[in-house]
């Protein structure tokens, strides 16, 4: 295995991800049970069915993959059941022990490493596809996941991440517990980038606005095909003028982004710190 990557230093805010992740991992579990027994993927908090998002593609026999941040690894689990041959890689300890239980109880073989996104021991175009639900879209600078994800794609492979909305970002409330989203906006669209919230210490989000996602995606080769923004099932509102299904009736509080490799990323552009 080539293991020439572009990023080769562990990030620094990795430690504080992996030990609330390893927290979380009983938590997460639950939900991995469901995902892993369904054949139908949903995504998102929102589980918005493929049927009606379309992430993954129809047939993906031969297609070699890999998941980015799998955490349980479900997602991965889904890809093999189209024929995909796949690589799940996550830094969580504790997710992945819950990923290897669930691939020998479902009897579904694929590769699952220990490892960050921002440095993949794999060689220049291994793969043909790359998906991120949540997990380093979330969790991983883009600044360095992104131009990763491009070294590791064949020209002319697809890279399919989902993440919150810039909107959502400045519309969520500084603590969970003053409540959900409503309709101002609490902080400035502007400059996001690395955030931290009060009531998650050790903890690091990534987010973007559209136009340094666009410019980033650009200068590392990729074509932008689709950009999908979820909204809340119908049934999910519940009349509550503040809920979350509410606000996601009304905005989006999720999006994916369909981007292709056109080109070879161009490497003398700095990463951002």
């Given at each position: ?76 689990a889904w890809m093999c059941r189209r024929g995909a041959k796949v690589v799940a890689i996550d830094p969580t300890p504790n997710q992945l022990a819950t990923a290897r239980r669930l691939q020998q109880e479902y009897g579904i073989e694929f590769v699952l490493e220990e490892g960050y996104a921002e440095s993949v021991p794999y060689a220049d175009g291994s793969f043909d596809f790359a998906i991120s639900e949540y997990g380093a879209a979330l ?135």
């Amino acid at each position: 295995m080539n293991s020439a990557v572009m990023n080769d230093q562990s990030p620094d805010y990795l430690p504080g991800n992996v030990k609330a992740w390893n927290k979380r991992a009983n938590e997460y579990a639950v939900y991995a049970e469901e995902a892993w027994a369904s054949d139908q993927p949903y995504w998102g908090t929102l589980e918005i069915p493929e049927n009606e998002a379309g992430l993954l593609p129809e047939d993906m026999t031969g297609l070699s993959c890999i998941e980015l941040g799998c955490g349980t690894a479900y997602v991965s689990a889904w890809m093999c059941r189209r024929g995909a041959k796949v690589v799940a890689i996550d830094p969580t300890p504790n997710q992945l022990a819950t990923a290897r239980r669930l691939q020998q109880e479902y009897g579904i073989e694929f590769v699952l490493e220990e490892g960050y996104a921002e440095s993949v021991p794999y060689a220049d175009g291994s793969f043909d596809f790359a998906i991120s639900e949540y997990g380093a879209a979330l969790w991983a600078d883009p600044y360095h996941w992104i131009p990763e994800a491009a070294r590791l794609l064949k020209t002319g492979g697809e890279l399919v991440f989902l993440t919150n909305t810039p909107l959502a970002v400045i519309c969520e409330t500084e603590i969970e517990a003053e409540g959900p989203m409503g309709p101002e906006l609490l902080r400035p669209y502007f400059g996001m980038h690395k955030m931290n919230w009060p009531d998650c210490p050790g903890e690091t989000e990534f987010h973007l606005t559209h136009g340094d996602w666009i410019s980033l995606l650009r200068v590392n080769g990729f074509v932008i095909e689709r950009l999908l923004e979820l909204r809340s099932p119908d049934e999910a509102v519940t009349g509550d003028a503040r809920s979350r299904e509410d606000w996601g009736a009304s905005w989006p509080c999720e999006e994916v982004w369909f981007v292709r490799k056109q080109q070879q990323a161009d490497v003398s552009v700095a990463a951002r710190s």
